[in-house]
């Protein structure tokens, strides 16, 4: 089955740098990536997502990167903000057969000093 | 709130008790999913339906876990003779296209 890997575990920024995590998967049929984040307490939100035919997609202060061939993807958040602490989760999925089920790395906790 | 919603959120029960979750998903979703996350780690996924039928099973399923979604709306969660192992988040998820659209979860706490 697949397994997604995700690195760091724990990132600290200033307010105001950028943040990089980075996930790699194992499955070469995946083919859509989905970014969940997950405050305290609260329930996993989608916060970007990519599939397997575009290579970069960007919103705002967020955006994300695949490498088909390397077989990794990275979430980029830019000119961070507190509110932007939190766990964040990628994600792999087959789209077009089966129960396009999610399978999550282990999350990165975002911390974002003031 | 017309998101995903789950009852209870918090339970706490005793070694050996039975214990059932009810999620509802988003009203037009007729795909269902439930997860289970513990400390440190994200959600894994545990088991499938489209409208009532189960679709898939995650072999983290064993057999004291039971779900359904009798008339394709609100599904179920049941765990039979609860062990300390089965102490984590649930969690509830609907999709409609790619995205699924999780539920606040129901914190199981096995004494």
């Known amino acids: 089955g697949e397994n997604v890997e995700q690195h760091p575990s724990t990132l600290s920024v200033q307010e105001g740098d950028s943040a990089v995590i980075k996930c790699t998967y194992s499955d070469s049929a995946s083919n859509y990536f989905p970014w969940y984040k997950q405050e305290l307490g609260k329930r996993p939100q989608l916060i970007i997502d990519?599939?397997?035919?575009?290579g970069e997609k960007k919103d705002q202060r967020i955006a994300v990167t695949l490498n088909k061939t390397a077989k990794h993807f990275s979430l980029h958040i830019t000119e961070t903000q507190p509110e932007d602490s939190a766990v964040y989760f990628c994600a792999a999925s087959i789209q077009g057969a089966g129960s396009y089920q999610l399978t999550f790395g282990k999350g990165t906790k975002l911390s974002v000093i003031p | 709130d017309t998101g995903v919603s789950q009852d209870p959120r918090h339970k706490i029960t005793k070694r050996g008790q039975n214990v059932t979750f009810r999620c509802d998903p988003i009203?037009?979703?007729?795909?269902l999913y439930w997860y289970r996350q513990t400390l440190g780690q994200g959600p894994e996924f545990l088991t499938y339906?489209?409208?009532?039928?189960?679709?898939?099973k995650s072999r983290l399923l064993s057999d004291r876990f039971s779900a359904e979604r009798p008339k394709g709306s609100f599904s179920t969660l049941e765990i039979q003779r609860t062990e300390q192992g089965d102490s984590a988040m649930y969690l509830c998820?609907?999709?409609?296209?790619?995205?699924?659209?999780f539920g606040p979860g129901t914190r199981l706490l096995v004494l």
């Open positions: 990519i599939r397997s035919n575009v």
């Open positions: 998820a609907s999709r409609w296209g790619e995205t699924q659209y």
């Open positions: 339906f489209q409208n009532e039928a189960q679709l898939e």
């Open positions: 009203s037009e979703h007729n795909r």
